[in-house]
């Protein structure tokens, strides 16, 4: 335990040094580090985190969570998968070589020069010159063997095909061993801008088509299946229009670096045309600040518009990898990012830093982490090579409770009689917002004791359309500098903003197949449909339908009972997917394959919840039974609750 709280404080330390602008290895930082801290700790203290020191396996650079953290992090893992591609490329390319020559000296050793007295002795080599008659040899064989093997059309083209792939170097990646500059000079395959890019490209684009064809020709050559009536013609005609996909995946892409505030309508174009024209490009698009204002400038709120607009564009291109996430989660999609640096086409990634510089002493990392969690900023990734539909392209699960249209998180706090008082609350965009000092303005703070009867949570607000709520305000928690719980009012921009978010989002869940519409409206139908053939009176069926209790029901094919229990249960076959039970406590309710809530663990909350869930739920099929714990606080008051719905 002593040793844990050493290493924490050490991590501690890293990470301001690493704030402050300091780089290096994990080592630097680490000694660097523990020399601050050395003056707080004994000598045994010092000896144990040498020891921890020494068995350190990795050693990389450390960079910390900022603004600087998405393009290092994309360059570093793009330069691996690039150089492995490249080391692939030169190894095959050395394999033609290879045979390309051994062609070449076979039909040299069957021709007239290769037969001669000086060829043989150089072959066979000084210490048997005395043994044999080289001049009787040669005019033997020259008098056996049969005319040239190649003709001189053959040979010709085999040289040049040698002399292209011996000179290549356009694909010469710089490595950590290259770092004086050492070695062949390489070409920079990175980028700051879409124009600078798109250059580049074409003015390697020639020697990258004499390259591609080269290989093409090589390999008819090496199989001995090259005929010239029949590709001659078709090589004379070899230019770019003719290289496919897998021409192009042999050779490394390009990253192009972006900021999302340096993005005005001609690079927009650029980029847009790149990812339509399918150049093997991998674009990042870094955004600092999505909580900026209306680029039209007419008063209203567009939080992350144009990074909503730029992956919607690329997606609708079908052929384009995308992914986003913000920084504070870079770590957990490193697969999707290997996926798409990988992926045999453009690719798009989308950023967001957490660098702000509005939201006071919030680290960048806490910010990009919020913008995630309030929906303001989702992360999902689009493989089309994944498959051929949505269901296997899209993916959206590395977003928290992504059944839900806000995460819903644990908070206690103690109240004026000095209770402590747990509740769980949703995280929104408003949440997200009251982090920036841009938007103070939106919040307006209520005294200390003012009565709250005309609020509603900011939450609940939502989901209510806004005609409907002409006499409630929607209101935050907050805390003030002195810790104490505030409420505050919320501005109905923000409130605005919130709801499209929301639909966004919606948006999001149904290309990710969670609430699926169709789906649900399909279910719906067919519930209908089943309900009507159950129903007194109703003529059988035609076929048998399928067993909607055991279908419906809930993991382990226990089927809720029907009659008044002591246990809560909840009519599985009869959810509509409201998502209100899940709201209030998704470990308690959970939803089974059909989409249907079962309650999971009656354990996992309290009798209470179960009570405002059934109180809650649209169709009333949730019943509470009776509290399993007997010293739940107002138990009198929830059983009176709870007793219409036993």
């Known amino acids: 335990e002593r040793l844990k709280r050493h290493l924490l404080r050490l991590e501690r330390e890293i990470r301001t040094l690493a704030a402050a602008g300091m780089c290096g290895s994990l080592t630097k930082l680490w000694d660097a580090a523990a020399e601050r801290i ?22 990389g650079e450390v960079v910390d969570c900022g603004s600087a953290l998405p393009p290092r992090l994309l360059a570093h893992a793009w330069r691996r998968v690039q150089e492995a591609k490249t080391r692939k490329l030169h190894a095959r390319v050395g394999r033609m070589i290879l045979k390309l020559s051994d062609i070449l000296r076979a039909d040299y050793v069957r021709s007239e020069a290769g037969r001669s007295a000086a060829s043989l002795r150089a072959a066979v080599g000084g210490g048997h010159e005395n043994v044999f008659d080289f001049d009787e040899m040669s005019r033997l064989l020259n008098r056996a ?3 040239a093997w190649l003709s001189e059309s053959r040979r010709r083209r085999i040289g040049y095909l040698l002399s292209v792939l011996e000179s290549h170097r356009l694909f010469t990646l710089p490595s950590e061993s290259d770092a ?18 798109l250059k580049a490209y074409r003015e390697r684009l020639p020697k990258l088509v004499d390259l591609a064809k ?7 050559e090496i199989k001995g299946e090259y005929a010239e009536a029949k590709h001659d013609p078709f090589f004379e005609q070899f230019g770019e229009h003719m290289l496919s996909p897998g021409d192009l995946a042999l050779f490394p892409d390009y990253l192009v670096c972006l900021n999302a505030r340096d993005l005005k309508a001609i690079e927009n174009a650029e980029l847009a ?4 024209a399918g150049l093997p490009m991998k674009f990042l698009v870094q955004s600092d600040d999505i909580l900026d204002s209306s680029p039209v400038g007419n008063g209203r709120l567009a939080f992350g518009v144009r990074m909503r607009q730029l992956t919607g564009m690329a997606m609708g291109q079908t052929n384009v990898y995308v992914m986003q996430a913000s920084a504070s989660h870079l770590y957990q999609v490193r697969k999707r990012i290997l996926a798409g640096l990988s992926y045999p086409g453009p690719a798009l990634f989308s950023i967001f830093s957490g660098a702000t510089k509005q939201c006071g002493e919030l680290p ?13 900023f989702p992360a999902f990734s689009y493989d089309p090579s994944a498959g051929r539909d949505w269901a296997q392209r899209f993916r959206l699960e ?4 992504q059944e839900a249209d806000w995460p819903m998180h644990p908070f206690a706090y103690e109240d004026g009689a000095h209770q402590r008082v747990g509740e769980r609350l949703p995280f929104t965009l408003v949440d997200f917002a009251a982090c920036d000092r841009r938007y103070a303005r939106y919040f307006a703070k209520l005294p200390l004791g003012a009565p709250d009867g005309g609020l509603m949570p900011m939450a609940e607000s939502l989901h209510h359309e806004p005609s409907s709520l002409a006499d409630k305000v929607p209101s935050l928690p907050m805390i003030d500098r002195n810790n104490r719980l505030r409420r505050v009012v919320v501005d109905d921009k923000l409130v605005r903003e919130a709801r499209r978010c929301g639909e966004a989002w919606h948006s999001l869940q149904e290309l990710g197949g969670v609430h699926n519409s169709h789906a649900e409206s399909l279910l719906a139908s067919e519930r209908r449909r089943w309900e009507e053939q159950q129903a007194p009176g109703a003529p059988p069926p035609t076929a048998a339908p399928e067993p909607v209790a055991e279908t419906a029901a809930a993991p382990g094919g226990e089927i809720p009972p029907t009659a008044a229990s002591d246990e809560p249960y909840i009519e599985t076959p009869r959810c509509t997917t409201c998502n209100e039970c899940t709201q209030i406590n998704n470990k308690m309710f959970r939803y089974n394959a059909d989409k249907q809530a079962y309650i999971a663990g009656p354990d996992a909350g309290t009798y209470r919840q179960l009570v405002e869930a059934a109180e809650s739920c649209q169709v009333s099929i949730i019943h509470p039974g ?6 739940e606080p107002g138990l009198e008051e929830l059983l009176e609750r709870a007793e219409p719905f036993l």
């Open 38 to 59: 050395a003056p707080c700790l004994g000598q045994e203290a010092e000896s144990e985190l040498a020891a921890v020191r020494a068995s350190l396996k990795v050693n």
């Open 145 to 147: 063997a049969p005319k």
């Open 180 to 197: 004086q500059g050492t070695g062949p000079k390489a070409h920079s395959f990175v980028f700051v801008d879409c124009a600078a890019a």
């Open 214 to 220: 080269a290989i093409a020709m090589s390999l008819l």
């Open 273 to 276: 045309d790149i990812l339509s």
């Open 364 to 376: 960048p990392y806490l910010v990009a982490a919020a913008a995630m969690e309030s929906r303001a």
């Open 398 to 401: 590395d977003n928290p409770q």
């Open 626 to 631: 009776r509290p399993r714990n007997l010293h």
